[in-house]
């Protein structure tokens, strides 16, 4: 996950190539826990985009000190959608920062959707989840967060449109039927550090395969998440469970270097 990298000036959002916009919702509020930094303090409102390799917020106030939180699906577990009684539903869950990604450790998260569809997000995000996941080999820790080389232009991106060369899943929009506003997302040349819902190799646009590494030795678990371990091995969506995500917890063992933000300019 990386702090402030998703955004470019005037609140557009930022994507690779080759990634594509599946969800989009701009009524989200979201907080954090376990996070000490200013930029994690306090509620943010913001948009939100759920794309084949991320959940993307992007702040609505331009004076705070978080603008905008990437989080690749290799980086996120234990998450779960909450139905409460009283109040709005939400998704829960833990993301871990990248290496590079401008911030240190683990945070909880928390997403309420004010004005409905946390149910059809977090069932679709938990989806395209597992199958990034399925094509993400076991390593001790996520992929680097790389700035974008190069400058960035205005991307016209179909918004509930499989990706090309993509024939598989894809959900619905009738829960969030509007599409991100004209000259509100920018594209750069620059494919993504970490697997989609398609994969690495083989696709026009994907960055190539990681190194294989050797897995993290075996944990230890009691009866009940023997099973969530079992199911997390290809993939932490369950769908005799869809309100419950698991990921094999991952070891991180070293700091991640400096950030080093990228200077881009918007193109007249």
């Known amino acids: 996950m990386s702090l402030n990298t998703a955004h470019v000036q005037g609140g557009g959002c930022l994507i690779h190539a080759g990634e594509c916009i599946i969800l989009?919702?701009?009524?989200?509020?979201?907080?954090?826990?376990?996070?000490?930094?200013?930029?994690?303090?306090?509620?943010k409102v913001g948009k939100l985009f759920l794309t084949?390799?991320?959940?993307?917020?992007?702040?609505?106030?331009?004076?705070?000190?978080?603008?905008?939180?990437?989080?690749?699906?290799?980086?996120?577990?234990?998450?779960?959608l909450e139905q409460p009684v009283f109040g709005s539903n939400y998704i829960k869950g833990k993301i871990r920062a990248?290496?590079?990604?401008?911030?240190?450790?683990?945070?909880?998260?928390?997403?309420?959707?004010?004005?409905?569809?946390?149910?059809?997000?977090?069932?679709?995000?938990?989806?395209?989840?597992?199958?990034?996941?399925?094509?993400?080999?076991?390593?001790?820790?996520?992929?680097?967060?790389a700035p974008p080389e190069g400058p960035y232009y205005m991307a016209d991106v179909p918004y509930g449109v499989p990706p090309p060369g993509y024939y598989g899943w894809m959900p619905s929009t009738a829960a969030f039927p509007d599409a991100p506003p004209p000259q509100s997302v920018y594209r750069t040349d620059?494919?993504?550090?970490?697997?989609?819902i398609i994969g690495f190799t083989g696709n026009p646009g994907y960055a190539s395969a990681p190194p294989a590494q050797t897995a993290p030795p075996p944990q230890?678990?009691?009866?009940?998440?023997?099973?969530?371990?079992?199911?997390?091995?290809?993939?932490?969506?369950?769908?005799?469970?869809p309100q419950m995500a698991y990921v094999p917890p991952p070891s991180y063992y070293e700091l991640p270097p400096p950030y080093k933000e990228a200077e881009n300019k918007k193109n007249d």
């Open 24 to 43: 989009f919702t701009d009524a989200v509020t979201i907080d954090f826990h376990g996070q000490d930094g200013r930029a994690f303090h306090g509620s």
């Open 52 to 80: 084949t390799h991320r959940l993307i917020f992007i702040n609505k106030s331009d004076k705070d000190d978080l603008l905008s939180f990437s989080m690749p699906f290799v980086t996120l577990k234990d998450v779960e």
């Open 98 to 145: 990248q290496p590079n990604g401008n911030w240190v450790g683990e945070a909880k998260f928390k997403l309420i959707f004010k004005k409905g569809g946390a149910i059809d997000f977090g069932q679709a995000m938990l989806r395209a989840a597992s199958m990034a996941n399925s094509n993400f080999p076991q390593m001790d820790n996520p992929p680097p967060y």
């Open 190 to 196: 620059m494919p993504p550090p970490y697997p989609g």
């Open 220 to 241: 230890h678990f009691n009866g009940q998440d023997t099973k969530a371990a079992d199911a997390a091995q290809s993939a932490y969506f369950d769908p005799n469970r």
